[in-house]
């Protein structure tokens, strides 16, 4: 079982930064893809974006694009997101996942561990 340990949370203004980061238990190359996702109070879960550890191919969720960027460093075993500009209904818990499947990254259901989640609160 593939161990994620998510961290950065923190409360910041709107317009402000904030950076993930997970930590696997594994080493990236024996999973496929990372994804973030975000939980916000009243929403649905949404898959923020993902990287391939495999490539460089990236997803954003449009909403994110030119604000977040995912990264990873396979040395660290850890999976960033960095998030500029944040908006206040960008509120919510932040978790990584990750899946050993191809083909499906932009299905959560492939996901198949996740962590316990980092919060996140930005203010008006």
């Known amino acids: 079982q593939v161990q994620l340990v998510e961290s950065g949370g923190g409360s910041v203004q709107a317009g402000g930064s904030l950076s993930l980061t997970c930590v696997a238990s594994v080493r990236l190359y024996e999973l496929t893809f990372i994804g973030w996702f975000r939980q916000s109070p009243g929403k649905e879960r949404e898959q923020v974006a993902h990287i391939s550890t495999r490539s460089s191919d990236t997803f954003y969720v449009d909403s994110v694009k030119g604000r977040f960027t995912i990264s990873r460093d396979n040395a660290r075993r850890t999976v960033y997101l960095h998030m500029n500009d944040l908006k206040p209904e960008e509120t919510g818990m932040y978790y990584c996942?990750?899946?050993?499947?191809?083909?499906?990254?932009?299905?959560?259901?492939?996901?198949?561990?996740w962590g316990q989640g980092t919060r996140v609160t930005v203010s008006a």
């Open positions: 996942a990750a899946t050993s499947a191809w083909g499906a990254p932009l299905d959560d259901s492939s996901y198949t561990s």
